[in-house]
Nanobody, 119 residues
Framework: QVQLVESGGGTVQAGDSLRLSCTAS????????IGWFRQAPGKAREFVGV????????YGAGSVSGRYTISRDNVKNAVYLIMNSLRSEDTAVYYC????????????WGQGTQVTVSS
């Protein structure tokens, strides 16, 4: 199985950019689809996007469209979430998760990293 650790969160100003990392251990990240999710206080978990084992990237609908970019580095065994033009409503805990393929559930989750955007 794979273990995932997110990093790169913090407190930024509105309009700033931030890059989150999801680093895998145990098994290579390239063996899985890696998805990003976020959960704001009092709200349901929201799908941000996913990069498949084959490198196909799909983004969720909503306010992140056009501002967030997902990439993966198989050499570093990592997947990244680059967030631009951050807004206060982007404040949330961000999680990465792994699944075998698009018909599987996300069975492996990181512990999350807090992103706080102050206006």
């Amino acid at each position: 199985q794979v273990q995932l650790v997110e990093s790169g969160g913090g407190t930024v100003q509105a309009g700033d950019s931030l890059r989150l990392s999801c680093t895998a251990s145990g098994r290579t990240a390239s063996s899985y689809d890696i998805g990003w999710f976020r959960q704001a206080p009092g709200k349901a978990r929201e799908f941000v996007g996913v990069v498949s084992r084959g490198g196909v990237i799909t983004y969720g609908a909503g306010s992140v469209s056009g501002r967030y970019t997902i990439s993966r580095d198989n050499v570093k065994n990592a997947v990244y979430l680059i967030m631009n033009s951050l807004r206060s409503e982007d404040t949330a805990v961000y999680y990465c998760a792994a699944r075998w393929d698009r018909v599987s559930t996300y069975d492996y989750w990181g512990q999350g990293t807090q992103v706080t955007v102050s206006s």
